[in-house]
């Protein structure tokens, strides 16, 4: 027994930077699969390779539709609701501030949509009935816009599909969708990389023991494979897990997503605010999305009101009704569709109105533990494993290229 202890000791002595670059070694295996891990969550954004199973896709922009769903069902149903976007906007004030750049364009959109179905007679009215038409679109627009953000506003589900506006921007851009869980799990990620080098050290100073005591070739990349998928389950249950604060020789946890949620709100809330949920985003959705033709209903109506005080009997007796109704559609979808460049002008007043940053922040932190480990928790879920397995098949690969080393070194 002193012969072999004393063996093993000349050994160590003879070779000793050989070992102690083995738990060096699995350190940075540790370290490297994490990075791997990150990267092949996010990267690349579309699929390279030759489909369908040679290449890859990174996880969340492949599964860009359910993540953007889930993350989306979080915010629609537990954040923020459509009326809270658009509850705290002033009709009036709007009108207001849109009424100099709505009146320029409203005379423009009635000369070219009454010349287009009637251009002699269009042309051959007395100066004082087009100015009459013209002057009575100009002066009630302003008034209709905002009797058609208030009928909006009395029953917003029917012509704003927040959770489809949402859902349709991540998908479309599925960079986007990477930055939210980035910044949102800005801080887990670094801890997942950090980890792996104090995991995989710990872990390779087990294998360096092993590797001195007993030589035996599948140990290297044994022991690497388990390094990378430990530190992989090790890291990812530690971000998420426990939910509710516990301790472990008497050393108190919780997740450290869980743990930095009003960080993590302050960072959600403001990327939402300002790439998703935005003043110019909502009129788009609400004006070209797939509720939009109930809001050209409502224009169309309250067109209709403002010009049969006066103006629609002379319009029916010069075109006839058919044609009448065909301005009628005319001039309502060129206003709408020259709203959303009118709308521009009050998207600074919108923004401050909406506060749609702090509205997020304020109701995330309201969450319960399990309603926030939602939010960042299905960027991994599904997926997951094959992250894990990743980080085992570099681990092992990297082992048996250690057990050449020693072998050949220490000849």
């Known amino acids: 027994m002193g012969a072999f202890l004393g063996g093993i000791v000349a050994d160590f002595a003879q070779h000793w930077p050989l070992y102690v670059s083995i738990p060096v070694v699995a350190a940075l295996i540790g370290y490297g699969t994490k990075l791997v891990a990150i990267r092949m969550m996010f990267q690349p954004v579309e699929f390279v390779g030759v489909k369908p199973f040679l290449g890859w896709q990174g996880i969340v922009p492949k599964r860009a539709a359910r993540m953007a769903s889930i993350a989306c069902d979080t915010m629609t149903e537990q954040l923020i609701k459509p009326a809270e976007v658009v ?24 000369r070219e949509v009454a010349g287009h179905y009637q251009p002699g007679l269009w042309e051959s009215l007395p100066v004082r009935v087009q100015r009459l038409v013209i002057e009575r679109v100009q002066h009630e627009s302003p008034r209709m816009v905002a009797a058609v953000l208030d009928l909006i506003k009395s029953d917003v589900d029917s012509v704003f599909d927040l959770k489809g506006m949402v859902v349709t921007s991540l998908v479309k851009d599925k960079r986007l969708l990477n930055r939210i869980f980035q910044e949102a799990g800005a801080e887990e990620f670094k801890f997942i990389a950090r980890s792996g080098l104090v995991f995989g050290g710990a872990i390779g100073v087990v294998q360096m023991v092993a590797w001195v005591l007993f030589k035996f070739p599948p140990i290297m990349p044994v022991f690497g494979l388990f390094t990378g998928w430990f530190t ?83 319009l029916v007796f010069a075109v006839g009704s058919r044609k009448y109704q065909d301005m009628k559609l005319a001039i309502a979808s060129q206003i709408m569709s020259r709203l959303p460049e009118t709308m521009r002008y009050i ?7 909406m506060d749609i940053r702090n509205v997020l922040v304020s109701k995330m932190k309201e969450l319960s533990p399990k309603e926030f480990e939602r939010l960042l928790r299905p960027a991994f879920e599904q997926d997951e494993w094959i992250l894990i397995a990743t980080g085992a098949v570099l681990g092992f690969a990297v082992g048996e290229a250690q057990v050449l080393v020693l072998e050949h070194l220490a000849a």
């Open 347 to 353: 998207e600074d007043y919108a923004t401050d109105a």
């Open 87 to 110: 509850a705290r906007l002033d009709a009036g004030r709007i009108a207001k501030e849109i009424e100099k750049p709505l009146l320029a364009g409203v005379e423009d959109i009635v």
């Open 232 to 314: 992989d389950w090790l890291a990812l249950r530690m971000i998420f897990y426990p939910i509710e604060p516990r301790r472990y020789f008497g050393v108190q946890w919780q997740g450290l997503f869980l743990k930095r949620r009003a960080e993590v709100a302050e960072a959600y809330g403001s990327l939402i605010a300002k790439e998703i949920i935005t003043p110019h985003n909502v009129i788009e959705a609400i004006l070209h999305g797939p509720l939009s033709d109930r809001v050209l209903a409502l224009i169309q109506r309250q067109l209709d009101r403002e010009l049969g005080r006066r103006v629609k009997p002379l």
